[in-house]
Nanobody, 123 residues
């Protein structure tokens, strides 16, 4: 089992940057693919990106490709989402998730979820 805790969200102006962090606990946390999702008010949860167990592979939604970067440090049991060139439409609660299925964009592929961190982008 894996427990996930996100941090690093906040209020930022359009064009700004943030680094979101996801701390994983559990002895086998490095055995999981990790994903980031987001959910804006009144909208469904949306895939942002995913990273392989080793960190060598990543997969991004088209809406964030080139602006967002996922990385992980398995020794520290941390996963990061660097978000650059933020836009007001990036405003959402951002969640990290852990799964075994692979670099999947489906939320059903992830068994464990954090509580989320709020990102608000002002125009």
């Amino acid at each position: 089992q894996v427990q996930l805790v996100e941090s690093g969200g906040g209020l930022v102006q359009a064009g700004g940057s943030l680094r979101l962090s996801c701390a994983a606990s559990g002895r086998t946390s490095s055995s999981y693919y990790m994903g980031w999702f987001r959910q804006a008010p009144g909208k469904e949860r949306e895939f942002v990106g995913a990273i392989s167990k080793s960190g060598s592979g990543t997969y991004y939604a088209d809406s964030v490709k080139g602006r967002f970067t996922i990385s992980r440090d398995n020794a520290k049991k941390m996963v990061y989402l660097q978000v650059n060139s933020l836009k007001p439409e990036d405003t959402a609660v951002y969640y990290c998730a852990a799964g075994l299925t692979g670099l999947s964009s489906s939320s059903r592929s992830y068994a464990y979820w954090g509580q989320g961190t709020q990102v608000t982008v002002s125009s």
